[in-house]
């Protein structure tokens, strides 16, 4: 087939100028804004005071913005872990050929559904209400007077409250990429397996969890990635002001980009870009692990 | 053939898209209603004040206008009665947007620099005249020039003036005060027949509602901040505050008074069980406005806002928050907060955009913002003020702009420190926290 190079220019050059402007000029901007004080988003540069590595330097000695990193990273992490287990752990069920399956797996996925407002407001004003809360109500009934004191909302557990809402929501769009990958694997090498003599325990072990190395990564990555925008939940769970429990850096970033709610505050977008700087950053590292501890490319199926 | 004919017409299909995608967004914001007929005379209805003052241009042209309330609020049903009444007068089209808080924090700077035409837009009055202060209009010689002064509220003007650096920049509208709301029920209940202008009268209504098995205060984690602010702020003034939370100043002597006098409302159980775990609005619906607690720390808007829990009957009361002994402000300085609507200084309309904000903010207009937002009166001449507001007059009239707070008495004036405050303070108010572990916590972090 004849090939025409002005043609191909002509196909490309819309894809590649609209990539051009719309990620990398932003990503350009960003990084240089870093360096720079700047009062409101939209300046011009003409009107960008240079610092330097001032705003990296005055991000790393605020306690309120290590606070909300290490906040992020619990969510990543802890979060992580359960979400991961959960999503897998059902997924496994979901897979064994239990009846009801498809309800069970709508059922899961449900909370994806409903709009994260509406349902971190359910958890806050209704299942943590220390008045007629679900959890203070079942704990009772079940005589667990301890467990039914807890101040889920105080500054003490607030953290905790916000990990459990938030993994709720967040198990059955993980749940359903493990499926995608369970469902991949052939069950002729399950039926094999089982001939051999390896029971359920023995084919997760063995089988499913090697076969899964690539989904755990893609898994992996979407966590990380929707873990560093942490912003809605944390803004629903402090309202108004934000809160050291579950204050998050795109909620710092946010704060110091356009300011505070309702008192006027001093504004600085350099700073902002620096937070996304260094979260684009925490991304690519958590890619690059990823890439290096789990290759997939050893097997083929 | 065929292909040739598919490629060209799957071409074509792609480029109108995307001319169509990068047409004039101007025929996309359609404006809230078509143009009435353009006048040429003065509208002979005198009941609109501005009809009075400044003869209507009817030059056909547009007017964007830019405001902060969602669609679905009783102050933008408000605003779009005023602008379709407007347009009707005068035949000038309004493309009213409705942005909503966020959007209106978000977007409207990007989009006044970019130079998008916008020749009206609302906000807070701090923030209006703070952060996009240099974006407004001089209105001097417009309020001058229409006598609109004649039923504007001095104190309102003079605050508009004063943030603005001695000029007016800025029309309020919706005026709030920010100050103790309280159940006038669970008061008579407990024989209290005056309210408290001086923390030790605070320090007996508490005991007389504990005395009568009523919880006497209750807060939310939105507005927690604001009691520290107001006892700061009656101990030392505005300006320590901000000098205390910006510059961390926290081993003040007032810092700690402050905390003692809260340590003991505390250890005298005069908070809520609940309050170290009220995330708004928790407090204010289920405590406050069912009756299960007595006062509240906000503002005016509070009566508006739980006014579906509360029903028609519920009786409120109001009290500026106390003075405190040794303090340097008294009962008279209070946290005033408005609405107020600019006109962008490049704005081509500027006699038209006045002509509407007068529209909006005098007169009949005003006077249903006052009865549908449950707020106070903006014009001095509405002397109706809705029922649920009628508490809030007395503390409203003693407004002086010499007097004014800003939000929380400044001490939301550090986003770093913020959330830290709130934390501490709300440990102390919950007894978890001793008055001096709330001064080294507060040192310790300032550092």
């Known amino acids: 087939m004849k090939k025409s190079k002005s043609v191909l220019f002509l196909f490309l050059a819309p894809a590649v100028l609209i990539f051009l402007l719309v990620f990398v000029y932003p990503i350009i901007r960003t990084v240089l804004m870093s360096f720079f004080k700047i009062d409101a988003v939209t300046d011009s540069i003409s009107a960008w005071q240079f610092t330097g590595v001032e705003n990296y330097i005055k991000l790393a000695s605020t306690s309120i913005f290590r606070s909300s990193m290490l906040n992020l990273l619990k969510i990543w992490l802890f979060g992580g872990i359960i979400v991961m287990s959960l999503a897998l752990l059902f997924a496994v069920i979901l897979t064994s050929g239990i009846r009801f399956k498809k309800f069970f797996r709508a059922v899961i996925y449900m909370p994806n559904i409903v709009s994260a407002v509406a349902l971190a407001t359910m958890w806050l004003q209704y299942v943590y209400s220390p008045q007629y809360g679900l959890f203070k109500d079942m704990f009772s009934a079940l005589g667990l007077d301890g467990l039914a004191k807890i101040q889920w909302l105080s500054s003490d557990h607030k953290f905790t409250a916000l990990l459990i809402a938030y993994c709720f929501g967040m198990v059955g769009y993980h749940m359903l990429i493990f499926m995608s990958g369970i469902e991949r694997i052939s069950p002729d090498l399950y039926e094999a397996a089982r001939i051999d003599g390896a029971n359920k325990i023995k084919q997760f072990r063995y089988m499913t969890l090697p076969l899964l190395k690539g989904i755990f990564k893609t898994n992996i990555t979407m966590w990380s990635i929707t873990s560093v925008g942490f912003f809605l939940w944390s803004q629903i769970f402090s309202t108004v002001t934000a809160d050291s429990q579950t204050i998050t850096p795109m909620v710092y970033m946010y704060l110091q980009t356009f300011g505070a709610g309702n008192a006027v505050t001093e504004r600085n977008a350099g700073l902002g870009a620096a937070v996304g700087v260094l979260l684009s950053i925490c991304v690519v590292l958590v890619f690059t692990v990823c890439n290096r501890l789990l290759k997939d490319d050893d097997l083929e199926f | ?447």
């Open chain 2, 1 to 447: 053939m065929k292909k040739k004919l598919l490629s060209i017409l799957l071409s074509a299909t792609m480029a109108a898209a995307m001319l169509a995608g990068c047409g004039n967004s101007s025929s996309q914001n359609t404006p809230t209603q078509d143009p009435a007929p353009a006048q040429t005379e003065t509208p002979s209805n005198t009941e609109t004040p501005a009809n009075n003052e400044t003869p209507a241009e009817s030059t056909g042209g547009t007017l964007v206008y830019w405001s902060m309330w969602e669609a679905t609020e009783p102050q933008a049903q408000v605003i779009q009665a005023a602008v379709d009444k407007y347009m009707a007068d005068t035949g000038v089209t309004v493309d009213l947007q409705f942005k909503g808080r966020t959007g209106q924090r978000e977007g409207l700077e990007a989009a006044l620099a970019a130079g998008q035409q916008i020749d009206i837009f609302d906000e807070d009055v701090d923030r209006v005249n703070g952060t996009w202060g240099s974006y407004l209009m001089d209105l001097e010689s417009l309020v001058a020039e229409t006598g609109y002064e004649q039923k504007a509220s001095p104190a309102l003007m003079q605050i508009a003036r004063d943030v603005a650096g001695g000029t007016l920049k800025s029309i309020p509208y919706q005026a709030s005060v920010f100050a103790f709301f309280y159940n006038q029920d669970l008061f008579d209940q407990a024989g209290i027949t005056a309210v408290p202008t001086t923390w030790s009268e605070f320090l007996d209504v508490c005991q007389k509602l504990k005395d009568a098995g009523i919880v006497p205060i209750t807060c939310d984690d939105a507005y927690i901040d604001c009691m520290i602010g107001y006892h700061l702020g009656r101990l030392g003034g505005e300006d320590k505050v901000v000098d205390i939370v910006t510059n961390g100043k926290w081993d003040d002597p007032i810092v700690k008074q402050m905390a003692e006098d809260y340590e003991e409302l505390a250890s005298k159980g005069y908070f809520s069980p609940n309050l170290a775990q009220n995330v708004w609005p928790a407090g204010q619906n289920t405590e406050l406005a069912l009756g299960g607690a007595a006062m509240y720390l906000n503002g005016s808007w509070l009566p508006n806002e739980v006014k579906n829990m509360t029903g028609p009957d519920f009786r409120w009361g109001c009290f500026s928050y106390p003075a405190v002994d040794g303090g340097v402000d008294g009962t008279e300085a209070l946290n005033v907060s408005n609405q107020v609507l600019a006109i962008n200084k490049d704005s081509k309309m500027a006699k038209e955009a006045f002509n509407l904000i007068t529209y909006i903010t005098q007169g009949e207009f005003d006077a249903m913002m006052a009865e549908q937002a449950v707020s106070i009166p903006t014009d001095t001449t509405n002397t109706t003020w809705p029922k649920l507001m009628a508490n809030v007059k007395p503390v409203y009239e003693g407004i002086t702009a010499e007097g004014r707070y800003s939000w929380a008495v400044g001490v939301e004036s550090n986003n770093d420190i913020t959330p830290i405050i709130k934390e501490n303070f709300t440990k102390l108010c919950a007894g978890s926290m001793t008055a001096q572990e709330f001064v080294d916590a507060m040192i310790a972090a300032s550092k």
